[in-house]
């Protein structure tokens, strides 16, 4: 059980996406930071400036209206470093690939896959695998995977 967890966690996927996590979060508290530092005290500037700028008050209700404008500031600029930086790269590779002017990932061939179950049913039955004088598998020419 704890083994097929650790795959879990160790297969690429699951690693990218903590690491995009982390990253968008780090990113998004530094555009939260600039427009609290700078962006909120141009709007309480604008509406009039001082502890209330940037708020009206109706029967000694709040309403921060700046707090809010500062908080659709920060999406935006969130929402448009990520389909600048992330989307648009993507989408110019895709359309590249489905055109054929950039290759995808290449698969292996029958004969490496036929080589590697092979080589996985010597491995289970405490058999070697048949390398050559340099260490590389004697068909595909790769090193045996640890």
Known sequence: MLKGFKDFLLRGNVVDLAVAVVIGAAFTAVVS???????RPLIALVSGGGPTGGEF???QQHFTWGAFVNQVITFVITAAVIYFVVVVPMKIVVERRRRGEEAGPVAPTQVELLAEIRDLLRAQQGLDAVVDEGGRHAHTGE???P
């Open 33 to 39: 930071s600039f427009t609290e530092s700078f962006l």
């Open 57 to 59: 008050v109706i029967d």
């Open 143 to 145: 090193f045996p995977r």
